[in-house]
Structure formats: C-alpha cells, structure tokens
C-alpha cells in the first residue's frame, strides 16, 4: 500500500489527485459504494451541444444517462481543463466534487486531465441529511476526523471531503465498501497511522488524536508528510527561532524536498518548534 500511496502523491500531489493519493483509487469504483435512500442534490444539466458532439479542448466520448445528462467523459489527447469545462457546462469546483479530488488544475507536475482517463460529470444522489456529523480538525483547519450520522454514505463523504471510497477504507480498515456506515462512526480522514511511501517515520499526537510532532525517517519528503497528517504549510510549524530563514529543518536533497532523518518536526500551528536554523 506504500508504494500505491506514494505514486499518488507524486502525481493531492495530487493531478490524478495522486497528490495522486488523492487518486489512490480507481475513480470507478465509488460507484459500488453505499447508496443513499433519500436524494440530495439535483443533477446538474451539463450544456452539451448535441449527443456526442465534441468541442475544441474536449473531443472524447461522453456517455449519458437514461435522461440525457452526461455522466462520464473519456478524455483524448489535445483535451483541456477549460474545453471540458465549456462543453460540459461545469466550474472546476464541480468537477473536482463530482470525482471526489481537492483539485483538478494541474499542480507540480501532476495533472488532473490525462489521456484516456474516464471522468465523472455529475455527483450521485446522496442523502439529505448526510454530512452533519462532528469534525475534529488540526491548526490548520483541515478535517481529520469526521462522525457519521444517519444519511451518511462513503459518496457522501467522499463528495464533502474530497477522498475516495478506496482512500477512506485505506485509513479505515474496520470499515467496509459492501456494508453501510453505522451512524455515530469515527471515519479517519487522512493517512494518520498508516505510513505512506515517502513518509514512513513515527510520530505522537494529542488525545484527540490530532498529530502533534513527527520524526522523519529515510526518504521522507515535505510533500508526503504533509500530505499524511493533512498539513497546509509545514514550514510554519518550524519557523527558526532568530534568522530570516523559512524553516530550520534540514534536507538531503532541496528540489526533491527530501528531509534528513532524525529529526522532530512538529506538525501543529499551536504547538510550533523553534529552533536556530540547522
């Protein structure tokens, strides 16, 4: 599972959502997930010329529902971010909620619209009441913890999150794609305990279970450590204490943002280390 996470995260590190873990997973297999019993959201009615017609930037094939709306596009060389968009009458917002990805603009070398990638146009239905339950957030306002209510499904979730069916049953292995999720169920969010590939290293955390500090083991970069514990800017958790320095964790290798092991960085705003630049 290592090297599956960490290939996402190279390409979340995300374009396929990789941080790509956030495309740890195959985009089609959250159709399988639990379904809802009470639709939420209505569909979106794409603006598609004719059936099959094609625009400059999206020429692939579309396929539509029983009613006419697109529900899934396969993308072909040439394709854009702003041709899908237009033909398919969607914001970029849209389109990352509809395949449960935080973004889908190409971001450090990792991109969101590839070659003969199949990609969802439209949400599935989700229950009206989904979505209320508690979240537990780090400093940096990210949810790491969320709990169910009833309504709750791994679409709902994976919609307001922005993970996967496959990302959530990785973070929670009690859980299961086949059974719906009982109400008032603690569902990890991010990576946490589970060590990905370039961020293998121990670390301590408070008691709720929001990660405090880490220590960096061979290997790990910035990137996937932040990724792992959900981190927006780690470098503001290790402001030096003097200097004009952004951080005074070392690295073995700047470009790649390979960290030297051995050393506790804190992963918290709250509880920041300051210490002389290395």
Known sequence: MATLLSLTLAA??????SADVLSAKPQTSDETSAQPTTPAPTTKQATVPTAGASM??????????????????TIEAGDTLDGILLRFGLSVDELAEA????????RGNTYFIREGRTIQLQK?????KAGRGATVNNSFGQAIFYTTVEGDSFDSLGYQFRSTTEQILLYNPALSANNPL??????RL??????IGKAQGEFTADSNEVPLTYTTAPGD???????????TDLRAANRPSSGTGGTWFSYVDLPSGELTPGQ????SLVNPINRPEA
């Open 12 to 17: 979340c590190t995300f374009g396929d959502q």
């Open 99 to 106: 395949n449960k990805v935080p973004y889908v603009s190409e």
């Open 221 to 231: 970069t910035e990137s996937q450590v932040s990724f792992r514990f959900a981190i």
């Open 264 to 267: 506790t960085i804190s992963l």
């Open 56 to 73: 400059t930037g999206a020429q692939g094939n579309v396929v539509l529902d029983s009613t006419g709306v697109p529900r899934t596009y």
């Open 124 to 128: 599935n239905p989700v229950d009206a």
């Open 190 to 195: 991010i990576p946490g305990k589970l060590k």
């Open 182 to 187: 009982p109400t008032g169920t603690k569902v």
